[in-house]
């Protein structure tokens, strides 16, 4: 053999082994995903792992968060002031933000009413004394024989009903709040300590006993509001969803835009017996703690119902959305059994809120589900069930 057999001996020697290696280099197909039931397994180098995401769940924090709520004057320690004789303002004491006890006067009103219930309390009262008089003389006439027995009865009925009408008089001007001094200026007091929080009625302005009963709110705003500020009422629309997980006593973490900084202290006192039929929520009432008086009435929060802990001990979670999917009107998620194995489970869940659903049941803390890729496990269970 010559150098040049050689040569190519050599040659065609290398390009087998060349052809060889290239052959050995060529990528096996992976395994294909393993379906049994709910389960989908996956080889640890499955390319389809890199398309699915896993979050832990998490414990629920709160049994119903931000959920919108309106402040309100607390009804417990909250008079709307009318007045209750007809008559002209003469003058207002009860300034607004002003700090009263029971029975400071708020206004003076001249009125005609008020007036004649007075007239009335006198004379009722005349009349009795009269009628007392009257009585005893008549019984120093019967005993000297000097008057008939009826005639004592007659001034006893007599006395009996002038009584009754001094009662009946005292009993009105009572009722005014006033006391038979004469004059026709009646005094409008609070009827509670607090604080005058609102004022409708200005100097010269006429009133009327029945402004109350009026239709237009124009008519209808008390003449002034004496509350409490340090305790608000707080009404919460509650979705339907998320009446379970509600009950009185629960606690309370309100938030104002005004103060974002700030976190307010209630707790839950009245769950409404009905729902509004086109929100499909129902009302809630709580109570909020302002002691330094920085929530205002008619302002709008947010607030977090915080669970008790006895609900705290149930297995309730909270995890993303996007992990739960819907199936024949059920709601699953699937579960990180161990890595690259996935187990389809069927869960409760309550209202969205801010992205995450809170799971009343199938799910407990620390366990982890698939936040991404969920239709594609779901797709390879549907698959496998129906070969």
């Not at 280099?25 to 989908?40: C, F, L, R, S, Y």
């Not at 209808?220 to 919460?236: G, I, K, M």
């Not at 009107?329 to 969205?352: D, I, M, S």
């Amino acid at each position: 053999m010559n150098a040049y057999d050689v040569l190519k001996f050599s040659g065609l020697l290398a390009l087998i082994a060349l052809c060889g290696c290239h052959q050995e280099a060529q990528p096996q197909e992976p395994p294909a995903p393993k379906v049994q039931g709910d389960k989908v397994g996956f080889a640890a180098d499955a390319p389809q792992l890199a398309s699915l995401t896993i979050e832990t769940a998490q414990p629920r924090p709160a049994a119903i968060s931000n959920v919108t709520g309106r402040l309100y004057w607390d009804d417990d320690v909250t008079v709307r002031v009318f007045s209750p004789v007809a008559g002209r303002v003469t003058s207002i004491a009860g300034e607004l933000n002003k700090v009263v006890s029971a029975n400071t006067p708020l206004a003076e009103i001249d009125s005609p009413d008020f007036g004649q219930a007075e007239a009335d309390a006198r004379t009722a009262d005349g009349n009795l004394r009269l009628a007392d008089q009257a009585l005893a003389r008549t019984k120093e006439l019967l005993e000297h024989g000097a008057a008939a027995e009826k005639d004592v009865e007659n001034a006893e009925a007599a006395d009996i009903a002038a009584v009754a009408e001094r009662d009946r008089a005292l009993a009105k001007l009572k009722l005014y709040g006033g006391v038979p001094e004469g004059g026709e200026l009646y005094v409008l007091r609070s009827p509670v300590a607090g604080v005058v929080v609102d004022r409708n009625i200005n100097p010269g302005q006429e009133v009327r006993s029945d402004q109350m009963l009026a239709n237009a709110p124009n008519l209808f705003a008390p003449l002034f509001v004496v509350s409490d500020p340090t305790r608000l009422w707080l009404q919460l629309d509650v979705a339907e969803s998320d009446l379970q997980a509600l009950q009185p006593g629960q606690p309370l973490r309100v938030y104002s835009q005004a103060y974002p900084d700030r976190v307010f202290s209630g707790v839950v006192q009245v769950i409404g017996d009905s729902l509004d039929p086109a929100t499909r929520t129902v009302q809630v009432r709580g109570v909020v703690d302002n002691p330094d008086k920085l929530l205002k009435a008619e302002m709008y929060v947010r607030a977090d119902v915080v669970m008790n802990a006895p609900e705290t001990a149930r297995a309730e979670v909270e995890i993303p959305a996007r992990s739960v999917f819907m199936r024949d009107n059920k709601y699953f998620v699937f579960v990180e059994k161990e890595p690259g194995q996935y187990l389809r489970q069927l869960v409760t869940v309550g209202a969205e809120h801010d992205g995450k659903v809170p799971v009343m049941s199938g799910l407990s803390a620390g366990q982890r589900v698939v936040t991404h890729g969920c239709l594609l496990l779901e797709s390879l269970v549907e698959s496998g069930q129906s070969s």
